[in-house]
């Protein structure tokens, strides 16, 4: 749980290095959409022995029956190369096979800082603070050939058609952080095991201290150009509460890939952006910065239940205690 901080000891434990941004990957997702209903399902090591080559090699066309060992699956994709999930919804609608399971494999970039405690540290804290549902199975796999190393994460996702659309990309977005922005694999930790932040106040702030543009992220936060990061940033408090609450909201039979009405899917953009907002009713609220997310007040707000009166009745004294100038970083 957070604790409060003085303003001192913030800046004296903050360390601007690790919210550089060093490095913006090229953008790409490699998965493959397939239909399995063995009974027991595919083991996933052999899923991934079989299916996941290097990439951009070894694809398995869409609508190919694949034997593994004495079962059968059948592939609804090519395990091909895309920019994004743009059309990732819109695959499955169309497909007469509707998948139940999906491979999704992430290359981990050379350099950059980015190191294999770091990536570990990464995937165990996106299934600790529920970023990355349960459904998913996360494998880093290291393949040694005579002239390099294949370095990657096969995720293996089970149960796909059942899950929210939304908290699904909520998950492969966290994940493609490794992947397309290592600096805030670097970032987003310093703030929750260094600083001590809350989760959900360090991933909305880390999005605006390292992520160059929205297009990718599962919330409409992003560093400006240019800008370095600084504790004076702000950000709405909306970002912050509506996380929270989407996270763990119940979950809903109706929210699943089989509901048109479940995501945000137009002009090939799938965002989850929306549906964390949709949580808030009332969208006049304040920015806040990450000064004001380690006040007692604060605090109060992230010890309650997600989404309940408590809740709502701490955000309101929060806000009214900012208003009057009451709110401040304490200082020694």
Not at 110 to 122: A, E
Not at 239 to 260: S, V
Not at 268 to 277: A, Q, R, V, W
Request: proline share 4%; aromatic share 10%; charged share 30%.
């Amino acid at each position: 749980m957070t604790k409060a901080l003085t303003k001192e000891e913030l800046e004296k434990i903050i360390q601007y290095k690790k919210l550089q941004t060093v490095g913006h990957i090229t953008d790409e997702v490699y998965y493959q959409l397939f239909e399995d209903h063995n009974k027991p399902p595919i083991d996933t090591n052999d899923i991934i022995s079989n299916l996941i080559g290097e990439t951009h090699k070894d694809v398995v066309d869409k609508n190919t029956k694949v034997k593994i060992g004495s079962k059968e699956i059948t592939t609804v994709t090519n395990g091909n190369r895309q920019i994004c999930f743009g059309d990732f919804l819109k695959e499955i609608q169309n497909s007469k096979v509707k998948p139940n399971r999906m491979w999704y494999r992430i290359d981990i970039p050379g350099g950059y800082g980015l190191t294999d405690k770091l990536v570990s540290r990464w995937i165990k804290l996106g299934k600790i603070h529920k970023f990355v549902p349960d459904s998913f199975e996360v494998v880093k796999i290291k393949r040694e050939y005579p002239d390099k190393t294949d370095d990657f994460i096969a995720v293996i996702i089970n149960n796909l058609l059942e899950l929210d659309a939304n908290k699904f990309y909520l998950g492969v977005a966290f994940l493609r952080y490794i992947r397309e922005s290592p600096s805030s694999v670097i970032g987003g930790i310093h703030l929750m095991d260094d600083i001590g932040l809350d989760p959900y106040v360090a991933f909305v702030f880390n999005n605006a201290f390292t992520v160059h543009g929205e297009g990718h992220s599962p919330i409409n936060v992003s560093k400006m150009y240019g800008r370095e990061p600084s504790l004076n940033k702000t950000v709405n408090l909306s970002w912050i509460i509506g996380l929270r609450r989407f996270i763990f909201e119940a979950p809903n039979d109706k929210n699943t890939f089989t509901d048109i009405g479940s995501f945000s899917c137009s002009n090939h953009i799938f965002k989850c952006s929306p549906k964390i907002l949709s949580t808030i009713t009332n969208r006049d609220v304040k920015e806040v910065s990450v000064y004001d997310t380690i006040t007692s007040e604060f605090i109060k707000i992230l010890e309650c239940e997600p989404g309940s009166k408590e809740e709502d009745k701490a955000i309101k004294a929060f806000i009214n205690k900012k208003e009057k100038g009451l709110s401040k970083c304490r200082t020694k």
